[in-house]
């Protein structure tokens, strides 16, 4: 990236945040309703889905796989706000000035990654709070998973960066991102995939949630990883790339 479009970057790294700070009501949604979904298993669905976590605590179950819930909700936020830019003629009037037009997806990605990991050091605050310990993690345990998620975040938004571009408005870029939101719930996120009909186990197992998820909890809990940390760090890549070229290349189209 050369200096002036890493500097015209940092410029819309800027406009998004304080978009963000201005007209904070998706943003808080998308970072909340993680949390409300996180209580309410706790609480709710708790007790009875503790048998098939093998007794424990359910907290110390779910927590790494609530923590994905909120990368997974961010590509909405990020595919609106791309979709909103480009109906409503902002990415126009940038095409007028002398700026990086790479920097205007990057902007976007980036700030969307910050808001991203404040929303899971968020929800990782409130699962503390309410029992979760992670005594086997330490130090060195904690920073990798967070660069895990840090990973998965920058994969997915831009996927969701994607889905913005091709979407007709910001409604439709909204229902596009709907198929991978479900994916944590797909997933071993909130019980084993042992528990689970054949079939629905089989997607569980080799989709992408999953393998990240094992990741988190064996680095936050202590489990075997295996090698769902080789599948993890190959899904994230994968995503990522396919985001990247697929938002780029849409993105050239359409203000070329």
Known sequence: MSSTAFADSKTMLRRNLVHAKRYPGMTIGVLVMPIVMLLMFNYIFGGALRGATGGAKYIQYLTPGMMLMIPSYMIAGI????????TKGIVNRFRTMHISQSSVLTGQVVGTWIQGMAGVSLMTLVAVLIGFRSHDAGVLGWLAAFGLIGLTVYALNWLGAGFGLVAQNPESASNLATPILLLPFLGSGLVPTDTMPAGVKQFAEYQPFTPITETLR???MGTEIGHNGIL?????????????????????????
Request: proline share 0%; with cysteine.
């Open 218 to 220: 064996g680095l936050l």
């Open 79 to 86: 595919a609106v706000s791309i979709n909103s830019d480009m």
């Open 232 to 256: 993890a760090l190959a899904w994230c890549l994968v995503l990522g790339g396919i985001g990247y070229f697929w938002s780029t290349s849409v993105f050239r189209r359409k203000t070329s």
